[in-house]
């Protein structure tokens, strides 16, 4: 009797755990409800996404899809490799090259009327980020910094109703904030790259004289550093977009710049689809069709576009999607003309050579145990970081995205502190392997280091052998066809 009891007992427990299984595996594949609780339903209901567009990528170049990538609408989401080495390296110094952010225009297409875009900092509004409304503040403090004196009539904040042109938005202002974010979390909190009590030393910034390069590197700096003081800011001034400071003096430069504008030129009269494209546009704003292409419509179309403003109308029709398509879809196929040609490689190493040779210059001091300017920071423009990509041999990289970031990282490996290494950053993304000097050596470890050496020798010395020369003023100097 006691063997038959127990029998079923066991038979039973048998049945209740298979039910119990079942049910379970019918409530993970969605085939029966599951009762939330109160407080399970309030979590999912003031649960927010992130993700809101889940546009991708496009099997093949897409126009619209590389609009939206230069755009670059901030979210939450924007991160990156930087600061990411094995853990026996140390991190010395990091060089930080950023775009501008997100601009009004800087010129109008004729006869229509100008995007209306407030470039007044509103924190309410969207975009907005945490530190904005501290950092609008932070203004009054400023009379502390040491802003060399071409920038001290330079406004620090976009403040007009109706953007002036080329003002930064608050949109601009946002992606840099975003930006100094995730390099803090970084440099900052994980390498403690600089301490709370950093020095003026230990910071080096530079920046172009527009109020939005300007307005773009502060933010970067507010959100980047421990605490932000007025008092240790020391903002060099760069006279030159492509930051040559005083080797500035080169022919051959502006030789080879003056030959890659005649293939631009070449290049767009070959494309009846531009033209008619332009010749359509120009009818509808009533200008004639070199006027309009003179005007550069694809910035103020841009401007509309990043904003989800309309296209300008008229009483002859509308500005649409597919104008455009067509004039951002020639600058994509420039950009791949430009790379076959090579005429702006050439016009870019020389005209990146003084940039790189300051920030190699730099490097070589930390390697030898220098403790100052171990976070340098340039505030510059497109013209400024696309010909830097394309010295460096980075030939598959994006055009330069408003609030875009190249980032040069030098290493020390901690078991034989005579070894250093450099990574190079663009976007988040590690392109170092793709540079010319470092794409034939094998990877240091899963991490993409490069002996510094080869970046030293790249610059003191490669550079120099595409123009048959050994130094800049010999490649400045003599023509070579």
Not at 166 to 172: A, I, S, V
Not at 429 to 455: I, M, R, W, Y
């Amino acid at each position: 009797m006691t063997m038959l009891l127990r029998s079923r007992f066991l038979f039973l427990l048998a049945v209740a755990a298979l039910l119990a299984v079942l049910s379970l595996s019918l409530q993970f594949l969605h085939l029966i409800p599951v009762t939330q609780s109160k407080e399970d339903r309030m979590v999912a209901k003031n649960r927010k996404r992130i993700l809101v567009d889940m546009y991708t990528a496009p099997p093949r170049l897409d126009p619209i899809y590389e609009a939206y990538l230069y755009c670059n609408m901030p979210n939450k989401t924007d991160r990156g490799l930087e600061g990411h080495a094995p853990p026996d390296y140390k991190l010395m110094s990091v060089h930080v090259m950023i775009r501008h952010g997100d601009r009004y225009p800087l010129y109008a297409i004729p006869k229509t009327k100008a995007p209306a875009i407030d470039c007044t900092l509103i924190p309410g509004r969207e975009p907005s980020h945490r530190l904005l409304a501290n950092f609008i503040k932070n203004r009054n403090e400023a009379p502390k910094g040491q802003l060399d004196s071409p920038l001290n009539n330079i406004a620090l904040l976009p403040s007009h109703t109706i953007c002036e042109m080329g003002e930064l938005t608050q949109t601009g202002v946002v992606q840099h904030l975003l930006n100094g974010d995730h390099l803090h979390d970084t440099y900052i909190k994980k390498h403690r790259l600089l301490p709370d009590n950093w020095t003026t030393k230990q910071l080096y910034v530079e920046s172009t004289g527009k109020s939005r390069t300007l307005e773009s590197g502060l933010a970067l700096l507010y959100s980047l550093l421990p605490k932000f003081d007025w008092g240790k800011i020391r903002i060099r001034h760069q006279w030159s977009t492509i930051f040559c400071s005083n080797s500035c003096d080169c022919p051959m430069r502006n030789h080879y710049l003056e030959e890659e504008q005649r293939r631009q030129y070449n290049l767009r009269v070959k494309n009846s689809l531009l033209e008619r494209t332009y010749i359509d546009m120009a009818k509808i704003v009533g200008v004639p069709t070199r006027q309009l292409r003179a005007a550069n419509p694809i910035d103020s179309l841009l401007c509309h576009f990043c904003h989800n403003v309309s296209f300008p109308c008229t009483e002859h029709g509308c500005i649409n999607l597919d104008h455009f398509r067509a004039i951002k879809a020639h600058q994509l196929e420039d950009e791949r003309d430009r790379q076959r040609k090579r005429l702006y490689y050439k016009y870019a190493l020389l005209a990146t050579y003084p940039i790189l040779n300051q920030t190699v210059t730099r490097m070589q001091r930390i390697a030898q145990g220098r403790k100052d300017e171990i976070f340098a920071l340039y505030s510059a423009h497109d013209v400024t970081v696309a010909p830097l990509l394309s010295a460096l041999g980075i030939t598959n990289a994006n055009f330069p995205r408003f609030a875009a970031r190249l980032i040069f990282e030098i290493w020390q490996n901690g078991k034989d502190k005579k070894k250093n290494f450099v990574r190079i950053l663009y976007n988040g993304d590690d392109v170092t392997s793709q540079t010319s000097f470092c794409s034939g050596h094998k990877a240091h470890s899963k991490q993409q280091l490069c002996p510094f050496e080869n970046f030293l020798n790249f610059v003191r010395k490669d550079v120099f052998k595409v123009f048959n020369s050994t130094n800049y003023y010999d490649a400045c100097h003599r023509r070579v066809f």
